[in-house]
Nanobody
Framework: QVKLVESGGGLVQAGGSLRLSCATS????????MGWYRQAPGKQREMVAA?????ATNYADSVTGRFTISRDNTKLYLQMTSLKPEDTGVYYC????????WGQGTQVTVSS
């Protein structure tokens, strides 16, 4: 059974930082291209960062220079710096492009 578990979200002031983690089970993680996705209130879910098996990365324009996606043998990470109120949302990890069952996500709230 495939399971994705995101953690590390929270409430932070604008300009602050957070590090998100994603643990997976039921898949051979090291063989999957992965991504972080964000769903802001009232908006569709969007990809914010992606990383291939070979660790090539790609970012949405809105987060380039502020977010860094990385991975090790078992987990996916998203280091978020210089956070802005518009970064508020629920953050999810999934394959890139998404094909796995979605996890519960982790809430990130950035106050102004």
């Amino acid at each position: 059974q495939v399971k994705l578990v995101e953690s590390g979200g929270g409430l932070v002031q604008a300009g602050g930082s957070l590090r998100l983690s994603c643990a997976t089970s039921g898949i051979a993680f090291s063989f999957y291209d992965m991504g972080w996705y964000r769903q802001a209130p009232g908006k569709q879910r969007e990809m914010v960062a992606a990383i291939t098996v070979g660790e090539a990365t790609n970012y949405a324009d809105s987060v380039t220079g502020r977010f860094t996606i990385s991975r090790d043998n078992t987990k996916l990470y998203l280091q978020m710096t210089s956070l802005k109120p518009e970064d508020t949302g629920v953050y999810y990890c999934n394959e890139s492009p998404s094909s796995l069952p979605w996890g519960q996500g982790t809430q990130v709230t950035v106050s102004s």
